[in-house]
T-cell receptor, first 114, second 113 residues
Framework: AQSVTQPDIHITVSEGASLELRCNYS??????LFWYVQSPGQGLQLLLK??????LVQGIKGFEAEFKRSQSSFNLRKPSVHWSDAAEYFC????????????FGGGTRLMVKP | DSGVTQTPKHLITATGQRVTLRCSPR?????VYWYQQSLDQGLQFLIQ???????AKGNILERFSAQQFPDLHSELNLSSLELGDSALYFC????????????FGPGTRLTVL
């Protein structure tokens, strides 16, 4: 069965600083990977996704993520964080043989210091 | 705005009661998914429908059931509610099952007192 681990439950960064959120997955075949963001009181918004091809994927709001098969990782990055980026971030994997449902990590809550 | 709508936004009810949550997928999407988000369990897949047929089940309790109607909207029915059912329930939709991106609605927050 697939699983996703987000090792950092909380992260605090200063506004303007760079950001990297970690995601490790466990899946037997080629993974389809996603990052979603959830702002307080809101639903989940897709930031970016990786299916195949270029291992560095660009998303919305200036985010990017890099797929590293050798490390089973799909870390999310942003070069300069804005106060509006404070939210909870979820990494997820789709398992095709498991009904195509998303399996989510536990989430990382990002706080941004002024 | 994802294009997925969910009603109601908030629901407060008592233990033992039954509630129905409603979801309208994005225009053109045939597949609907239900997820539960709680503090102790995180985000968990409940059930998936595709074009009216149940496609996959996750960690859905027997007290819960769902269906997708011919107009593709979906309802999640929760019965014999317990305190532990208090959670945020999300609906998502995609064009087809598989790797198509799932777009999430704003959720229904259920509080069981």
């Amino acid at each position: 069965a697939q699983s996703v681990t987000q090792p950092d439950i909380h992260i605090t960064v200063s506004e303007g600083a760079s950001l990297e959120l970690r995601c490790n997955y466990s899946y037997g075949a080629t993974p389809y990977l996603f990052w979603y963001v959830q702002s307080p009181g809101q639903g989940l918004q897709l930031l970016l996704k990786y299916f195949s091809g270029d291992t560095l994927v660009q998303g919305i709001k200036g985010f990017e993520a890099e797929f590293k098969r050798s490390q089973s990782s799909f870390n999310l990055r942003k070069p300069s964080v804005h106060w509006s980026d404070a939210a909870e971030y979820f990494c997820a994997v789709v398992g095709l043989e498991a009904g195509n449902m998303l399996t989510f990590g536990g989430g990382t809550r990002l706080m941004v210091k002024p | 705005d994802s294009g997925v709508t969910q009603t109601p936004k908030h629901l407060i009810t008592a233990t033992g009661q039954r509630v129905t949550l409603r979801c309208s997928p994005r225009s053109g999407d045939l597949s609907v998914y239900w997820y539960q988000q709680s503090l102790d369990q995180g985000l968990q897949f409940l059930i998936q429908y595709y074009n009216g047929e149940e496609r996959a089940k996750g960690n859905i309790l027997e007290r819960f059931s769902a269906q997708q109607f011919p107009d593709l909207h979906s309802e999640l029915n929760l019965s014999s509610l317990e305190l532990g059912d208090s959670a945020l329930y999300f609906c998502a939709s995609s064009l087809r099952p598989g790797t198509d991106t799932q777009y999430f609605g704003p959720g229904t927050r259920l509080t069981v007192l």
